[in-house]
């Protein structure tokens, strides 16, 4: 079992940047595969980046090229650096470790001017 924390949502206008870190309640470096899902209001949850235990990344095509997920084994942390954001970015966003069925809470992003 494993406890996840997500921070670093926030307002921004497009166009912008900001980084999600999700902390995790022990250690991930066993921990195969770290993801971030968004749901956005109305919508269901999809996946939106995927890093492996030996750092191989996946990104849904909406956010390729411009999101970046990245983990710190040493500080039992996933990151999700969020650039170029757009209106359609707007969602809570979650930090999933699938093998455990864990979610975290969700941290609200809101891509407005």
């Known amino acids: 079992q494993v406890q996840l924390v997500e921070s670093g949502g926030g307002l921004v206008q497009p166009g912008g940047s900001l980084r999600l870190s999700c902390a995790a309640s022990?250690?991930?470096?066993?921990?195969?595969?770290m993801a971030w899902y968004r749901q956005a209001p109305g919508k269901q949850r999809e996946q939106v980046a995927l890093?492996?235990?030996?750092?191989?990344?996946v990104y849904a095509d909406s956010v390729k090229g411009r999101f970046t997920i990245s983990r710190d084994n040493a500080k039992n942390t996933v990151y999700l650096q969020m650039d170029s954001l757009k209106s359609e970015d707007t969602a809570v966003y979650y930090c999933?470790?699938?093998?455990?069925?864990?979610w975290g809470q969700g941290t609200q992003v809101t891509v407005s001017s």
């Open positions: 999933s470790a699938p093998a455990y069925a864990s």
């Open positions: 022990r250690s991930i470096f066993t921990i195969p595969n």
């Open positions: 890093i492996t235990s030996g750092g191989i990344t």
